[in-house]
């Protein structure tokens, strides 16, 4: 690697929740005070030990962690390149990493006292494990979903409705998840006195993407310590998919210091990036703001928001995470992205090599690391990032090779 | 000519009256039907012309605004075009004070300096930009005052005595009240909870205090201009509009005129 342009890459954000120039506070006037609060109320929960004893807790009872790291073997020798390794976060309670931020946002509402919780949803799994926490800690939940992700992910849909939860159809708009994230923040506007907004990824006005990234930053810790007691060092590479950005901040985030490691985010490239039906934020976009935070966005010539479009509902969100737009300009992590039809045949591959049915979302990470495993040598540790079971997707995928259920 | 916000607001004291602030979008449904809608404004009883900018994700808009925004963009409204209707206006109206409003991203992709320059030459005289918050004001409020563009700030039920000086400090033109908690449209104002809450902004600030989110009779109007200097109607406004247009969105002969007849009849309120 050439000479970082900084001493560290986990020291941000700065005080005004920057990220170089991404990130920030870019919200209505109503919100400021709350959010305001909640970073005053993340930074005692943070510094207070009883906080993250409880959060262990829950994460190793409840959620079921450490998720194994598991050597794909089959896969290896299909590819036969590079040692791979999976985070298998898809093992954990309701089938993806999104709990792990669930827990520590709901433990942090409760220590709030609020008693209303809100969330956005586009494939449903942050919807579950919102509405999951909050049947656990009996709360109010209300979870706004695209009308278009309400029709293709109609297992979670059910899901949330049998956990207790509201799901609310987002009608504005494009219908996806942005439509979504558009309706929580007006839900947040009209209610701000008893309710907490549980955001989904590492996206949003400051502190989220900061908070959000170091409740799944467990992702990575966990990593490290499995792969120093199973190869006795580092892995060389890390690949995980990005949708917003938060599995793959959680991996991320704990190497970014270590200059040997490779680092690679793989962004939805939906019918390929010369149509306009991709959700390649960082490839196919540019700098602007949007949902609080300046970061690098789908947008047109005059500043207007386009859609995104994904064959996985997690992906099609037209920005990404701040910090991501950071470690981008800073040449930290590499970005790339996989189409559709890539991430299609990853995911069958792995059904028949390795007996676990991914979700539509890690597949496109996987279908990255098909390209590349096969180019580097056979002592090279290479990690991806599965981060949640595909069991949402089987009626998605059985409608693209045309199979009736 | 600058200082139009403060000439205004200062004319209409010496009447003994309140100002009347009307929001409609920009480009809704179309540029050559907004243009005659902004330009029979003062006529119909309005005092200041607040000219929404659309934006495909105005996350404290209700639907009615949202509607109007989706509207413009269909029917092709720009940046561009926004400034050259306010060029136009400002051709037949050199009094009327005009803020444009809305949200950040079409201005910073625009780019700040160039947004600032042609506002200015178009003839704006204030802004208000929904996701810029005082601890962004690096990013236009101030570019803005420095080429006397009043950027000026809405102030809410949240904004409590330890927040309103920081929502004040660099705010100039006057300060929207957001009368309730919520988007655009959706909810009505509780008068006595306004009246409570402008008095004790008035300790914090010298500036005229306009209210809005949710006006939409005279009556209102009337009640809310007995302890605001300014009241603001924009949800009425645009849902005429809405309502004046075929089942394919075209404007009839209706549209101009029952935003004009709503203007008027809210008018009223203000000048009894
Ligand atoms: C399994 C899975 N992976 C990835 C994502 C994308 O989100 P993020 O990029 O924040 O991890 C989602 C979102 O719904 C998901 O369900």
Redesign the pocket.
Known sequence: MTKPLVNSFRTGPDEKGLFGIYGGRFVAETLMPLILELEQAYKDAKADPSFQAELDSFLEHYVGRPSPLYFAERLTEHLGGAKIYFKRDELNHTG???INNVMGQILLARRMGKKRIIAE??????GVATATACARFGLECIVYMGEVDIERQKPNVFRMKLLGAEVVPALSGSRTLKDALNEALRDWVANVEDTFYCI???AGPHPYPEMVRDFQSIIGVETRRQMQAREGRLPDSLVA????????MGLFHPFLDDASVEIIGVEAAGLGLRTKKHAASITGGRPGILHGNRTYLLMDDDGQITEGHSIS???DYPGIGPEHSWLHDMKRVEYVSATDKEALEAFQLCCKLEGIIP?L??SHALAHVMKIAPTKPKDHLMVMNM??RGDKDIFTVADILGVTL | MSGRIEKCFAGLKEQGRAALVTFVTAGDPDYETSLKIIQGLPKAGADIIEFGMPFTDPMADGPAIQAAGLRALRAGQTMKKTLKLVKAFRAGDKETPVVLMGYYNPIYVYGVEKFLTDAKVAGVDGLIVVDLPPEEDDELCLPAMKMDINFIRLATPTTDDNRAPVVFKNTSGFVYYVSVLGITGTKAPDLKSVQKNVNRLRRHTKLPIAVGFGVKSAEQARAITRSADGVVVGSALVSAVGNSLTKAGKPTSKTVKAVHSLVSEIASGVRS
């Open positions: 993806a990493h999104k949803t586009g494939a449903g799994q942050h989904g990824t590492v998919a990005i949708g917003g950005g938060s599995n793959a509902a997690g992906l979700a979302e890690p981060c949640g």
